[in-house]
Every structure is written in structure tokens, then in C-alpha cells.
């Protein structure tokens, strides 16, 4: 689950007792001012030193603003300097007594003193066994990992659900090539790792500056499939792809509705892509599995060895990593190893696991609002207590009566150290790989 900047914000705000959201109640005159009546319980200049955040759409959103005086008989802000543009009537806004940029600075700080408490799964399927090596370069993606290995255990491609005909990509007579030269190959002279599977699969040429597709349509495929038959279910298209070229390959679904595209390909080696497609109710005629090469300069080559084409979605292809291995990790300032216990099978995938610090929101005003942190509604308590830290402990290096700051810390550790109780959020035990310098 992720968690949007905004949210994040008003969160950490209800967390510190520093939140007021309001409409406006009246155009104002000018840029100056905001008005909301119901303001008026507050006693005059109450809000003195507040800021005013805008997040009504339009030219004023998430802009910022320091109130100079409050009209407590109008509820009328008065701020310096002036918005962009005069707010209206009905803008939302909201009050902060903490200047609102310094929370989300705090939150991204907050995430980084949370870690590895809180933290996000990271993913990499991007080294395959050569049959030969026990030790490998641990990819720049999960520096901060592993912590788990997986070794692949390939998934048939020969099933009752799977709609693809030629699966195994040996034969292309039952795909349709478009400025693409399609040809079978066995075990390439100059790279061991092809084909991935079996004896051959398909080699996929395409000229430079030049786009072009590899397609098989509905009338093409097993179990007499069709259209009509999808409509209205979600279906899976997959397909394990070579390239050294990234952002050139990826894999689409076609309906009456339109493409639907997988990410392209990150250019290290063999990865498996999967698109999913809601298919549209009405679809009678149209149902295509395409794989779509990108112009490039250059004449790009790729493989593709095993698909499937079926209903549901893409846990089926991608759960194929039951086997944990042991290895041991070597790290120092020009090292960067994970090191097996036995040689991964030639051709078969290793799934790392790490962790890293949750996603930072930012630093400009639209993308705090809109980037995200990926916590729940427990484990974001213990992310408000980290921010919330931060954010007095700022406070407590200018402030002239430090007793007080000392106060609101030591009332936010008590509420982190209670959360922690409740919600221990801990990476699984168990862990097979060894290491950073155990050898």
C-alpha cells in the first residue's frame, strides 16, 4: 500500500495537533487576503504567524503563505506576500502553525530514520546462472539488499489455460512479423545464455531507425479461443524477453478497446514481461498478443524464449521462484558481491531480495502532494513519530524556551515507542544470505 504526499501531510498534521482544513467562504478583494467566517471564534490575530496553503485546483494550489494579521470579526486572513491569484469563494485551504514544506521535509527525513523498520521491498530478476559462475555482481537496484536469493523453477508453458500457440517460440508460423525479420536459432556462438530454455527459440531483427512489431492474433491461437470469449475478463499476456537494449522491447494486449503496453525492457539479459488487460465487455473481433520493438538507431536484436497468453493476472507466471539460496554477500569500496554456495543452474533467473528506504515525495510543491511512501495506516503512525522528531527537534535549535520542545519530544517518543510495541514492523527472519564481510 502507498500513501500520497497530501495525505501524508494531513496525517502528520493530526499527529502534532496542527491541522486545520477549511473552504473559504467569500471571494477575496486581492491576493492578500482569505476569508472563512466561521474563523471568527478565534480571537483576534489567533492566527498571526500561520501559514495558509492552497490545495484548490488551479493557479494558487499548494501555493504558500505567511499570515501577517487576522480579523477575527471577518474571519479574514491577511498574508505576505500575495497569492498568485485572488482566492474565491469555496477554495479549499489549509492552516498550519509548522510551515508546510518543513513537514514534508521532515517526512522525508522521517522515512530515512524509520528505515529499516519501515522500509520497501526491493526486487531484481535481472542475473541469470551461466552454469559456470558461483559469484556475481549485485545490481545497482538493490545495493542495499540482498537479503534473500531465489533460484527459478521454470514454468511449463504446455498447460490447458495457456492460449499461445508455439509457446516455446520454436516455430513462427503462427506469428505475423512487421518490419521485423524473425528466424529460429539454437544455442548463440557468442552468448551462452541463449536460448533460455530448450533448444531454440525465436530472434527478432529490426533494422535501424525503424519500429516494428511480432504479432499473434486471436484466430491463431489454442482452445479455440476468442474474443467474444475474453470479453469481459481479465487476461494475461507474458513472455520472456533478451535484449541489451534498454526501453527498445515490450509486450502489449490489443481489444476493441485498444493497447494496453507492459514496461519496456531494462537491457540486462533475459527478464520476463507480463501486461494485464481488463478485456472490454463488448470485444467480438479483436484479441492480439504483440511484442512492439521501439525505433532505435542502430539494428536492434533481441530473443524471446516461453509465453503465455490467459485468464487472470500475473501472479500465475510470476510465482516461480520457490527455491531460497544459500549465498553470502562481500561488500567494501570497489566490491559488490553475492557469492553461492552451489552454481546456479545454467539459464535459470535469481530473484534478490533487499530493502531500502521508502520513496522520498520531493521537493517541489506538485510532487509532494502527489508522490507517495509506501506505508499503511500502521506502520505511517511510526513514520509520523520519526517526522514529528525531526520536526522539533528543528524547532528546539531556535527556539527560547527550549523546556517546552523538550516537552512535545519527549511526548512523541512515548507514542513511537508504543506504536513499535503494537506494530513491530520487522523484516522476516530467516534470511539465508550471510554477510555484508562474513566469508
Given at each position: 500500500m502507498a500513501i500520497t504526499g497530501q495525505n501524508l501531510l494531513t496525517g502528520l498534521s493530526q499527529f502534532i495537533g496542527d491541522d486545520y482544513d477549511n473552504v473559504t467562504s467569500a471571494?477575496?478583494?486581492?491576493g492578500t487576503t482569505v476569508v472563512k467566517n466561521h474563523l471568527s471564534a478565534f480571537g483576534e490575530d489567533y492566527f498571526r504567524d500561520y501559514y495558509v496553503r492552497i490545495t484548490q485546483?488551479?493557479?494558487?494550489?499548494?501555493?504558500?503563505?505567511?499570515?501577517?494579521?487576522f480579523a477575527s470579526a471577518s474571519g479574514t486572513l491577511t498574508v505576505d506576500p500575495a497569492f498568485p491569484a485572488v482566492p474565491?469563494?469555496?477554495?479549499?485551504?489549509?492552516?498550519?502553525?509548522?510551515e508546510p514544506s518543513r513537514k514534508f521535509t521532515a517526512l522525508d527525513e522521517g522515512r530515512l530514520r524509520a528505515y529499516p523498520q519501515i522500509a520497501k521491498l526491493t526486487f531484481d530478476e535481472t542475473l541469470t546462472g551461466d552454469g559456470y559462475s558461483k559469484e556475481f555482481d549485485i545490481?545497482?537496484?538493490?545495493?542495499?539488499?540482498?537479503?534473500?536469493?531465489?533460484?527459478?523453477?521454470?514454468?511449463?508453458?504446455?498447460?490447458?489455460w495457456n492460449f499461445i500457440s508455439d509457446p516455446d517460440f520454436d516455430s513462427t508460423s503462427n506469428w505475423a512479423a512487421s518490419s521485423v525479420t524473425a528466424s529460429i536459432v539454437t544455442e548463440e556462438s557468442s552468448n551462452k545464455l541463449i536460448p533460455k530454455y530448450d533448444n531454440s527459440c525465436t530472434k527478432l531483427v529490426v533494422a535501424?531507425?525503424?519500429?516494428?512489431?511480432y504479432s499473434q492474433v486471436v484466430a491463431n491461437m489454442n482452445n479455440s479461443i476468442t474474443a467474444a470469449g475474453a470479453a469481459g475478463q481479465k487476461m494475461t499476456f507474458a513472455a520472456w524477453i533478451y535484449s541489451r537494449v534498454a526501453s527498445k522491447i515490450r509486450i502489449q494486449l490489443i481489444d476493441d478497446s485498444g493497447t494496453?503496453?507492459?514496461?519496456?525492457?531494462?537491457?540486462?539479459?533475459?527478464e520476463l514481461l507480463t501486461v494485464e488487460k481488463n478485456i472490454v465487455g463488448n470485444s467480438s473481433s479483436?484479441?492480439?498478443?504483440?511484442i512492439e520493438v521501439a525505433n532505435n538507431s542502430t539494428t536492434f536484436t533481441g530473443f524471446i524464449d516461453r509465453g503465455w497468453l490467459y485468464f487472470g493476472d500475473a501472479g500465475r507466471v510470476r510465482s516461480i521462484y520457490p527455491i531460497e539460496a544459500n549465498a553470502r554477500v562481500r561488500r567494501d569500496d570497489t566490491t559488490q558481491r553475492i557469492m553461492f554456495d552451489n552454481v546456479p543452474q545454467a539459464r535459470r533467473q535469481i530473484r534478490l531480495v533487499g530493502r531500502s528506504p521508502l520513496s522520498a515525495?520531493?521537493?517541489?510543491?506538485?510532487?509532494?502532494?502527489?508522490?507517495?511512501?509506501?506505508?499503511d495506516e500502521a506502520s505511517s503512525m511510526i513514520l509520523y513519530s520519526h517526522a514529528a522528531q525531526v520536526l522539533f527537534e528543528r524547532e528546539g535549535m531556535y527556539s527560547d524556551i527550549p523546556e517546552e520542545v523538550s516537552a512535545k519530544l519527549s511526548i512523541i517518543q512515548s507514542r513511537a515507542n508504543d506504536y513499535e510495541v503494537k506494530w513491530p514492523f520487522r523484516m522476516l527472519a530467516g534470511s539465508k544470505i550471510q554477510g555484508p564481510f562474513k566469508v
Open positions: 471571494t477575496s478583494t486581492d485546483s488551479g493557479t494558487n494550489q499548494y501555493h504558500i503563505r505567511r499570515v501577517k494579521s474565491q469563494d469555496g477554495d479549499a485551504f489549509e492552516l498550519h502553525k509548522y545490481p545497482s537496484t538493490i545495493r542495499k539488499g540482498p537479503v534473500f536469493a531465489f533460484i527459478e523453477y521454470p514454468l511449463g508453458t504446455h498447460d490447458g535501424a531507425s525503424t519500429a516494428g512489431t494496453t503496453s507492459s514496461d519496456y525492457h531494462g537491457g540486462a539479459g533475459w479483436l484479441l492480439t498478443a504483440r515525495l520531493g521537493t517541489t510543491r506538485a510532487s509532494q502532494a502527489t508522490n507517495t511512501m509506501e506505508v
